[in-house]
């Protein structure tokens, strides 16, 4: 198995401001820490440099216009007419050097994407990526180049089948709008429900995809306070037999640190025990890997889920071997250190989120599995 870390220190040089929520840190505090716990020297493990991506790729889904203005954006100057695009807005805010950071991301993906499909990775994880809100020709919820909507057309463009697997806290809403009749790309997203988060409109259990599409879009919309086990259930009866019956040649997971309870965005009663377990049945299921960090609002939530999904999708735990060839030093110790302590969820409360659930479960096991083939 030969894996890739996307990484460059260009990321956190952008630095919107100091109360701007995107926290472009992100990259570096990930490879600090696992370059800590050993997490990148081991066979068949690189670290690569992205390079920004090509005005023609990002002409694969955003309109030139919003490209330009993009550019302009760029240089720090703001005007009127760039609101209709949903720049310079608090959550995207025009600020100087963000087309920079943000093409560098989008770059971050499509080289990790190019080294799937050329056979030379397995597996690759870009934590500065996933900018699901993102559309053709406006920025949204702190996304301003969809980068894996260009990923997965360049994908497609080489007769891939894709997987997309979205937990980040907020539903991937223009991943969901711009393949919503594709029966070549499989998108399934848990989040929390709209009733009480961002983007409100989209993410229902009964958007299942149009068309050719149909039974191809699955949104597991979670209630507010779903805890480990209740999500565990879900997503263990949901994403295996769909990656199982959908034979993708490459998945997208989009490992968004915003559903776990510290996040101060969103509402959701999550610990990274039951994350790393989620990111664990992804990597089991995938035949090729595409790992994007996406959302997440607290640094050091960030730090350590990404650093213990990192070692997760390497098969690196502490071993006894490695312990005598390295006298001491081992790969991966200290990563029980970054787990989070288990969290006990009020009664009252778990009950309601089961019932809920189970219900959304319901829906998708007879609306979807018969189209797709599960029993
Ligand atoms: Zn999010």
Redesign the pocket.
Known sequence: MKSAFIHSDEFSKFKASNEYPWLTERSDVTYSKCKELNLFDHDGIEVIKPKPASIKDLYLYHTKEYINLLKKADKGIFDESMLRYGLGTLECPVVKGVFKYHNLAAGATITGANLLVQNKKDIVFSPTGGFHHAGPDFASGFCYINDINIAIDKLLKTGKRILYIDI???HADMVQETFYSNPDVMKISFHESGKTLFPWKTGFENEIGKGKGKGYNINFPLPENTGDEEFLWAFERVFPPVARAFKADITFAIL?V?IIFSDPLTHIQLTNNAFIKAVKIIKQASAKLLALG??GYLLDNIERSWTLAWAAMNDLEPKEEDTATFGGMFWGDGLSSLLDRPLFLPNNIRKKTKKDVKRVYQYIASNIFPIIGIK
């Open positions: 980040d806290a907020h968004g915003d996406s959302g």
